[in-house]
């Protein structure tokens, strides 16, 4: 089971420990493996699997039984002999009885069942890898999301508290400006609203990164209150094509392998049910201990010991169609498990394909917002100039802070898209996430 996660965690673990003043990426994933609760639920499958496939060797094994046993009785007895005219009378006569039984019996052929039914086991303990696979992979891509939500969000709140602070410098002016006359008291008063309406946002604002924060804590499975320092940017690749996102689908996806996995074991099914048709056939050995004695009859003490050995054979030959029963409903198993198959590979194709598009929309996305920041930012900041020299109000100083900080929100949530599309296509298509 832990061959499974072993070497990511070794190279994640290269990475260093989770410091108390910074968490990288790498060190939440490397965490998450080790402590995510959802993980190791999976894991505790695999061990079952696991103990199965090890302990059916026993079905290819002789079985070996050993049966015992001691009797007492006794009774009241009344023999009559043919060369004696009085009858015998014993009353209270004992007898005791000791048989030992040991036996071995060894199937050499049930038409190969016993095969097939191991090699299931084998599929079946790979599939609960492949599901160990699939939530390893869920688990990296929602600790990755959950990571760069926090970056956004921090970011977020970067951008309100700088708005704050331009606010303040305004009411600070306004303040000036109405104290020495060059005012009105309304304009001084709305710069004190657009303060507190500024400092209401951030407030808000770091309820939810506080939120971002426990929800990245309970996937990696540490203590919820837990703060780190994270890196401030995104690592956007910007490098994916469609084509070989669909042959990377098709090739690693753990989803899709999981079902072709299926379909084997259904396969392997059929085979067992068909070898229920051939006949079965045994050895058998054993050897039989018997010791009776009794006070009563002609023989007063009677022992016996010896081996007895033989080859059996048994052939179903009908059982009201029953096993013909079963062997249609394991193929119809096997191709409702292929139709499984083809389905899936069909979904996943149609997933990767509007997750790209996306993705491709997503980078257009964010190199406008990146240019209209530009524009917000020159735009606020000539405002910011003509309201100083008084040639602006109020009202256009504050719209054009508004869509300053609107546009970098913007141009923040557009990075943050990308990089959700492209971990969500890397999923699809089975890639490393790390």
């Not at 026993?58 to 009785?73: C, H, I, R, Y």
């Not at 084509?243 to 099914?269: C, D, F, M, V, W």
Request: aromatic fraction near 8%.
């Amino acid at each position: 089971m832990k061959r499974i996660i072993s070497s990511i965690l070794m190279v994640c673990l290269s990475a260093g420990l989770i410091a108390q003043e910074g968490l990288t990426l790498e060190q939440a994933i490397t965490t998450g493996l080790d402590k995510n609760l959802n993980i190791k639920i999976v894991e505790k499958t695999v061990d079952q699997t696991t103990n199965d496939y090890d302990r059916s060797i026993g079905a290819l094994l002789p079985q070996v039984t050993v049966t015992a046993g001691k009797s007492f009785s006794n009774t009241n007895v009344s023999q009559q002999f043919l060369n004696d005219d009085a009858p015998r009378e014993i009353n209270g006569a004992k007898s005791n009885t000791l048989d030992i039984s040991p036996s071995l019996r060894w199937t050499i052929f049930d038409g190969l069942g016993m095969f097939y039914t191991r090699d299931r086991l084998a599929e079946q303990m790979g599939l609960a890898e492949d599901d160990l696979k699939v939530q390893i992979e869920n688990t990296i891509a929602q600790i990755s999301t959950a990571y760069y939500v926090i970056v956004l969000e921090q970011e977020r709140l970067r951008v309100l508290e700088d708005a704050l602070e331009l606010s303040a410098a305004r009411v600070e002016l306004a303040k000036t400006r109405y104290e020495v006359g060059k005012t009105s008291k309304l304009e001084y008063l709305q710069a004190q609203v657009d303060y507190n309406t500024d400092q209401s946002n951030v407030l808000q604002q770091k309820e939810v990164v506080y939120n971002a924060f426990v929800d990245l804590n309970r996937l990696m499975g540490t203590e919820l209150d837990t703060r780190y320092h994270v890196e401030s940017n995104f690592a956007v690749l910007g490098s994916l094509e469609l084509p070989g996102l669909l042959q990377s689908a098709n090739l690693n996806n753990p989803s899709l392998l999981r079902a072709q996995r299926n379909r084997e074991i259904a396969y392997l099914q059929t085979k067992e049910v068909k070898a229920e048709f051939l006949p079965q056939i045994s050895l058998n050995l054993g050897y039989n201990y018997n010791n009776r004695n009794s006070d009563a009859g002609f023989l007063i003490s009677n022992q016996s010991r010896g081996f007895n050995y033989g080859v059996s054979a048994s052939w179903t030959i009908l059982n009201g169609f029953d096993i013909k029963r079963r062997q249609q409903n394991a193929k119809i198993q096997v191709e409702s498990r292929e139709l499984e198959v083809q389905n899936l590979k069909q979904q996943l194709e149609a997933d990767i394909r509007k997750a790209f598009i996306n993705y491709e929309n997503s980078i257009a996305l964010r190199e406008l917002e990146e240019r209209n920041f530009e524009i917000a930012q020159e735009n606020y900041d000539i405002a910011q100039e003509r309201y100083n020299i008084g040639n602006a109000t109020a009202l256009e100083i504050r719209e054009a802070q508004v869509s300053f900080v609107q546009a970098e929100l913007r141009k923040v949530q557009a990075a943050f898209s990308v990089q959700v599309q492209e971990i969500e296509l890397n999923r699809l298509a089975g890639n490393n996430l790390r």
